[in-house]
């Protein structure tokens, strides 16, 4: 029954039944009719009892159950929900839980086969062993003054399950179902009870795991979709997915991304909408099949049925609004490392490196061990709050220690952690040598946490025995590299045993994403020359492993490896900074490490650096002589605030210098209180800023001009120096800070334009240079620019665009600015502008000079000439260089280089009926607050890196002489505010897809959706110079020639930046808000990336199973195209309008149009998929006036207006 089950889902939804107790409520059964004979005279009431009417009533079940089948039920619920012996206890009949679970399946099963042999054309029906999660929880503490109790224990909801599942599989059952599940512990629990029945009865059934949420959106014990399904995952499930909770409507979101994540099939049964004042269900089955009927219309659900409230009728309803819809197409397994506290932790290529937090180790911290030896674990918390806030993304927990009762500890810590959320949170690594503490932390732990460890040193059998517990219980397992000889210390052994192990391993079925190796950090300079090599065969071992044993993690005790230099902190954190440094280059993805103990390898003393490398890579036999000799010249020098005292010698420096070396540096921890000191030694808060701040500001800036700085760390020094007058600010008169030195600069984004990162950085760069800044945002009026810079007195004023319409709006200012008689330097910049542009169409508008500046780095040196004593010379070279550009412009782009519009259209694409793909299914998908995880990895960081003016390809810039360190340092922090970002899910992502129907017509595409036609105008490309002159309309097929279908979307990465950014800049982190937009901006890019991929793969399915790798999908290597409007092919920025209200993008996600055509938030994107082969991307380039009044005509618009849309497009 297994594979016809397995195979039916692959083909269409399957349905499941609805709502038992509902039913059952119908027949309105008095306390006999639940007694019966058997239980007439037993002595507690059982009216209520539901679950015993398959003993005692089994001809009322039957009906329910034939009533679901007649109604189009492919799978009927057994009548067994609280047949478990907690539940039963209630009446008394715990002693009946097998018999009554065995009745139930019975019935079913009875009433199934019946409705099979006289309806043989129908199909198979299949019986489902319905299993409830009991009323007590595991996870949540009854208790608060004492959080560490339970109502019941794992064990205790093991043997409360297993007769009820042993019932259901003697009983005729084809599946069990957990559902309505509240308590992931408690669902893991009972996952583990069935694998206890399977191995007894010789007989594995498939299994259904259906969770319940909170109005919050998570379970009632704490979980994110996300991290329910990392948790079960285990189980291999037939399905997983949501009951009960909601209505249709209210649970589409989290089915949405629960089918964004499982790699399984998605069940669904909800409630019959909300509950009114009565507790009584009143949707309809029409209303609840329409709102059902948006899940197969995206394609989200396997399984669909119902829960509470629903009947026969629900159900007929569901199952005829689906028979129309193909089913949720099955992923292609990501083989990722999934871990899981309250949220997920995923670990790809894409995470970087884990770390894991040492302190909660009584042999990692002193203070956590003592507090644990006095019972004080609510205090012992507050180290494990430390190392979560300090980084640690797991915590490993251990109490191996001869004073305290480990598995007692182990459970109590647990226990209580679960109700810390702050703690609870992030996954927990269970660590001990002692199998009884590590079984005990398993069965408290709902997450999917990871045990440390297992190996090969007590023989294969006890191995693979503790590693298939292991798997039941939900968990992965750090491999420890020992056998039957002994720990495995050379690199030879290493790999020897990891090969092993690997084999034993994957051949049982346990998952190579979820084996994490330790190849056994060891110290090395211990004076033993066979040790020195243990680091460096550490890495070897590593690099060997990632490579030849596909899918596995590596980790290591980095603090082990510095053993022999305890007390010498300075020397121990190069160690492990060196370590962690080639570690993670040779694939180390986990290390358990004290961040506090580690420095940034950039910044290691260049003697203490070779020395390290030297004892770490094993490339002098001296080497670990050699740094036992450093180590005893720094003996006994102070350290302070955990850092070393030569890393702070610059503290004792006179204030005046700390300030410099502080801005130099980036170093914002101790500037305010600098900038105080220095007032309180004599000098009023406005000569510190002139005489401390300002000059160390001038000279990062002289170093960024110079190429000496990078963006990242001029940035930074912004924010220093923000922090330091900051702390001025109240000590001066009327609280102003600004300088009156260098120039006025006014700064704003053109009106119709949101995008302001590069401005936001240029503010920041001119301001390190002495420029008084006043920016005025974006979207700012034309009137409001020019009405300022004459109040404000500007020396010069900076124009900002992204999109090509904004072109227009820099004209205007122009214009306006001569309108009124004024020749204040203006400069122009972003991605649109160009110094072509700039010189044919802004600068011949005005007399005063106009200047393009590519970057950040430019304007500093443009401006330094504009106001420095070459003025004349540079503006002269300026007016010369300009009028070049003009006359070269006007004899290549004259309309002679232009063929004429009919002739180009007869030099089109012919796009044929055999090159069309058609979709899996056309329609509208929402994908609402979609994983920030699956989007990580479509990341373009090349682009990333040169926003910040980083020049160079990814990832080979990583080891660039010159620019390595701060791209490295760059992307650290990036993916440190990405996950940031993803934990406390400060930005969500939502997105629209719509494949239609659609046809050319002309250079028109028509795309067909619900009986309208919505023409799309496209242009074409005129050059006489080009092979073809295509328009993108040749890539659909014309009118009349057959079918074919566009596909549409409209993505933003955007929503909570806004208050991101506030956040950060309200905390003087300009920094930080620079770099949380770009990340959206890149984000963006890689949500629409991802989206592609979807399409392609899933949505309409012309490249389905193929499995590209990323940097092949970044280089655009795939069948079709993807063009967002504002591309060279498709330059309008206003056919948004008709494709937003094609997808009705505003209602579904948020995002708004502005009059301009931006769209709101800033970092989204909207436009076109294309599945033909032959589409490859393109530039329409110039038009002539001819093809402007003809697609004026066809947009229907006037001419003028489509100027102003195209304006880089006009001869």
Known sequence: MGKELYDIIGERIVILDGGMGTMIQRYGLREEEYRGEEFASWHLPLKGCNDLLALTRPEVIGEIHRAYLEAGADIITTDSFNANRISLADYGLQEHAYAISRAAAQVARRTADDYMREHPQAGPRFVSGSVGPTSKSSSIATDMNDTARREVDFEGLVAAYTPQIEGLVDGGADIIQFETFFDTLNCKAAIFAAGEVFASRGRKLPLIVSGTLTNSGRTLSGQTVEAFYASVAHARPLAVGFNCSFGARQLLPYLKRMADIAECPVSVYPNAGLPNLAGEYEESPETMAVQMEEYFRQGLVNIAGGCCGTTPDHIRAVAEAARHYPPR????????????????LVVDETTGFVSVGERTNVAGSAKFARLIREGRFEEAFAVARNQIEGGAQVIDICFDDGMIDGPAAMRRFLNMAAAEPEIARVPVMIDSSSWEVLEAGLQCVQGKSIVNSISLKEGEETFLHRASLIRRYGAAAVVMLFDERG????????????????????????????????????????????????????IRATEWIRANLPGVNVSGGISNLSFAFRGIDRVRRAMHSVFLYHGRKAGLNFGIVNP???????????????????????????????????????????????????????????????????????????????????????????????????????????????????????????RVMKKGVGALTPLIEGGS???????????????????????????????????????????????????????????????????????????KVVRELERRGVR????????????????????????????HCRDASENVVVLGKLFGPEREEFLADLRRRQEELRRSYAASHGEGNLLPLALARTNRHVKRAEDVELPRSSGIRQLLDYPICDVIPYIDWSYFISSWGLKGRWPEILFSSDKGEEARKLVDDAQTM???????????????????????????????????????????????????????????????????????????????????????????????????????DRLAEAFAEALHVAVRRDLWGFEAGETMPVQEVLAGNYQGARMAFGYPAV??????????????????????????????????????????RHLKYFDVGKIDAEQLADYARRRRITPEEAKRLLPKNIV
């Open 737 to 811: 800070t600004e300088n009156s030195g260098k120039e006025k600069a006014l700064l704003a984004t053109v009106k119709g334009d949101v995008h302001d990162i590069g401005k936001n950085i240029v503010s920041v760069v001119m301001a390190c240079n002495g420029y008084r800044i006043r920016d005025l945002g974006v979207m700012v009026e034309c009137e409001d620019i020019v009405d300022t810079a004459l109040e404000w007195g500007a020396d010069v004023i900076g124009l900002s665009a992204l999109i090509t319409p904004s072109l227009g709006e820099m004209i």
């Open 1131 to 1172: 330059p309008d920025h206003s056919l948004k309008k008709e494709v937003f209200r094609l997808l009705d993008a505003e209602r579904i996600t948020g995002m708004k149009l502005t009059d301009s055509y931006m769209i709101d938030p800033g970092e989204s994107l909207c436009g076109v998929i294309l599945a033909d």
């Open 824 to 851: 204040i330097p203006v400069v122009v910049g972003g991605a649109t502008t160009s110094g072509v542009h700039t010189a044919v169409k802004i600068a011949p508008e005005y007399s005063g000079p106009v200047i």
């Open 978 to 1080: 990405l996950y940031r970002i993803g934990r406390e899910k400060l930005l969500t992502l939502n997105a629209v897809v719509g494949i239609f129907p659609a046809f050319s017509r002309g250079d028109d595409i028509v795309v067909e959706r619900e009986g309208r036609k919505v023409v799309l105008p496209q242009l074409r490309c005129q050059s006489a110079s080009t092979a073809e002159n295509l328009s993108l309309a040749d890539y659909v097929l014309p009118e009349g020639e057959g079918n074919d279908y566009v596909c549409l979307f409209a993505a933003s990465a955007g929503f909570g930046l806004h208050e991101l950014v506030t956040g950060l800049r309200e905390s003087g982190d300009e920094y930080g808000a620079i770099l949380a937009k770009l990340l959206a």
């Open 329 to 344: 197409p099955l992923p292609v397994p990501r083989h990722r490392t999934m871990l899981a506290g309250l949220e997920p």
């Open 596 to 718: 506090a103990m580690t420095d940034l390898y950039e910044e290691i003393e260049p003697e203490l650096l070779a020395l390290a490398e030297d004892v770490v890579l094993a490339r002098r036999t001296e080497a670990a002589e050699n740094l036992a000799a450093y180590a005893e010249r720094v003996r006994g020098e102070k350290e302070a605030g955990g850092r070393a005292a030569a890393g702070e010698e610059w503290r004792s420096l006179p204030v005046g210098e700390r300030i410099y070396h502080a801005m130099v540096k980036g170093i914002a921890d101790r500037i305010a209180d600098d900038a105080l000191e220095a007032v309180g030694e004599g000098m009023t808060p406005l000569e510190v800023i002139d005489r401390c701040f300002m000059p160390a500001m001038e000279h990062v800036g002289e170093l960024f001009g110079q190429g000496k700085m990078f963006l990242p760390q001029v940035v930074k020094t912004a």
């Open 487 to 538: 720990q495995a210390d050379v690199y030879e052994r290493k790999i020897e045993v990891a090969a092993r192990a690997y084999r034993l391993l994957t051949a049982a079925g346990f998952p190579p994403e979820d084996i994490v190796f330790d190849p056994n950090v060891l110290a090395v300079a211990t004076g033993i020359p066979e040790h020195d090599v243990y680091a460096r065969d550490f």
